[in-house]
């Protein structure tokens, strides 16, 4: 067998196995790099995939949770408007035999030749208007309202006199409730 020699340069050889070896190289290190490019992008897609199914979800629950809410503020309108409603009807209830007392209280202080004409009543305030024999007439009943134990502080606000036998009145009293005897 005859000897190989290698007539071509071999340097030019040895340039072009390294040209094709760094060639390689590359090559690898270009696909090994667009593969971690791609896993690490696959990664961080499904973690924001993650990440978007978990604000879905709790964009639901909040839905689930104002409407909740809501409810629970429509159930505390109602009940502050029946607790109105129960506080009035048991006011009304207290007060039932105040109206009694009232209209007996009058009618126990009422002198002879005076007339109520018009009666007004707002909270504990009485305003009454009549008619009168005399100013005397109205100032007995005024005596006998700071006397009573279910009216006081009678306020005079006007009386007219209209001929000689007869005068109008407005009066404004207030109604009190005397307190409990003990036993």
Do not use: C
């Not at 005859?2 to 270009?30: A, H």
């Not at 604000?55 to 408007?81: G, S, V």
């Not at 007995?140 to 009145?169: D, H, Q, R, V």
């Amino acid at each position: 067998m005859p000897p190989n020699i290698n007539l071509l340069p071999w340097r030019d050889t040895l340039k072009k196995e390294r040209e094709v070896r760094f060639g390689i190289i590359i090559g690898v290190s270009l696909l090994l790099t667009g593969l971690v490019v791609l896993i690490i992008h696959l990664y961080f897609q499904g973690e924001i995939n993650y990440q978007q199914s978990r604000n879905n979800y709790l964009k639901k629950q909040i839905k689930i949770a104002e409407a909740k809410i809501e409810e629970i503020k429509t159930l505390d309108e109602k009940k502050k408007r029946l607790i109105e409603r129960m506080n009035i009807i048991q006011e009304l209830e207290e007060n039932r035999p105040q109206i009694v007392h009232l209209f007996d209280e009058l009618v126990k202080q009422v002198p002879n030749g005076v007339y109520f004409t018009n009666m007004i009543q707002k909270n504990n305030k009485i305003t009454l208007e009549g008619v009168a024999q005399s100013d005397a007439r109205v100032s007995s009943l005024m005596g006998k309202i700071k006397e009573s134990k279910w009216l006081s502080n009678p306020e005079i606000k006007f009386i007219k006199a209209e001929g000689e036998t007869k005068s109008n009145f407005k009066l404004v009293v207030t109604q009190s409730v005397p307190p409990l005897k003990s036993e």
